[in-house]
């Protein structure tokens, strides 16, 4: 068995990086307009990323014709840059411009097919570039953002217990206590630190980046993602069926957090805290309280039909007096 690991990062400011490759920028322009001055790079050709999808991203692969795959801003833009450069066996140097998410530090590129999740191989960057004053600096809606997805080791893990409880776990990925154990560690770390987080200084961000880390690390060595993806993102995935813009990732999984963390009877408004002290909305504009509603009640048939592993989203009937009821609870 192979346990992947986790990229080179070189923590730098931008400024002193040069390049003098033909280079193929993938990025949004807002992103581009605040490091072109300070990166020395050739960009022979830049594209500004706006959808998740298997053909935008074949697209990309086409159009292609520099040496070296640059992503430069949050996941949408490194994710696709991980599957141009994987497809056309490219080197490849991620820049997470925010803390967004973890995908600078993965080897699987994510697009929706279906109405659901699908995971595409790609590959991990050959080197990821980090500047901690970059980060800090960054928009606060979204500098923090993924830590929703360590703050879903409180929703993920619960799952993976319940599953393991009611026999439903794969073999292949039966509880461990001591990854339940570093599992709590770094979500107590992140509870514990939110606030720092939240302000954006640079230990936050540093703290933020290091649990990113470990949660891939960990994660790898489980062969699975049990430990940080459990119903809270299945509702995700589900709800985004109903959206009608794009909405950060880590806004929608905060909102799951908290309606599975009730619903699982958890004490969950210390979660509401946390995000709350990260800067991350879980009430974010464009989704409506019906959306929300909705989701909820159509959840278990969504996460049996789309075959998602068992968690409480499975044995959870939700009918609409439970569902405007744990809402309710959340929205108080
Ligand atoms: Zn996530």
Request: glycine share 6%; proline share 4%; with cysteine.
């Amino acid at each position: 068995m192979k346990i992947p690991s986790l990229p080179e990062i070189e923590r730098q400011s931008l400024q002193k990086w040069n390049e003098k490759r033909t280079a193929v920028v993938f990025t949004t322009k807002q992103v581009w307009n605040l490091v072109k001055d300070q990166l020395d790079i050739f960009p022979k050709q830049k594209f500004y990323v706006t959808e998740a999808t298997k053909p935008a991203m074949d697209y990309f692969v086409n159009q292609t014709k520099a040496e070296v795959v640059y992503g430069i801003g949050g996941g949408l833009a490194i994710d696709t840059a991980k599957y141009v450069a994987a497809n056309l066996n490219k080197p490849l140097f991620a820049i997470p411009t925010v803390l967004s998410t973890d995908a600078f530090l993965t080897d699987a590129t994510g697009v929706r097919i279906n109405g659901c999740v699908s995971y595409l191989a790609s590959q991990s960057p050959d080197l990821v570039l980090v500047d901690i004053d970059l980060l800090c600096h960054a928009p606060t809606e979204m500098r923090t953002n993924g830590a929703a997805d360590v703050l879903s080791i409180a929703t993920g893990m619960w799952d993976w217990q319940y599953a393991q409880n009611k026999g439903k776990n794969l073999p292949n990925q039966m509880i461990e206590p001591h990854v339940v154990e570093i599992g709590n560690a770094i979500l107590g770390t992140l509870i514990k630190n939110a606030k720092e987080i939240g302000n954006g200084t640079a230990n936050g961000m540093k703290v933020l980046f290091d649990l990113l880390c470990l949660e891939v690390q960990l994660c790898y060595l489980c062969g699975h993602s049990r430990l940080e993806e459990g119903s809270e993102h299945h509702f995700v995935y589900s709800l985004e069926n109903s959206l009608t813009e794009h909405i950060l990732h880590g806004d929608l999984v905060g909102l799951g957090i908290l309606l599975m963390s009730v619903l699982q009877g958890q004490e969950w408004k210390p979660y509401r805290q946390t995000l709350k002290q990260l800067g991350i909305n879980y009430q974010p504009a464009g989704v409506t309280e019906e959306m929300i509603i909705d989701t909820l009640i159509g959840l278990s048939t969504y996460v049996k039909k789309h075959q998602l592993p068992h968690t409480i989203a499975t044995d959870c009937d939700i009918n609409t007096d439970l569902a405007i009821k744990t809402l309710e609870k959340v929205l108080s």
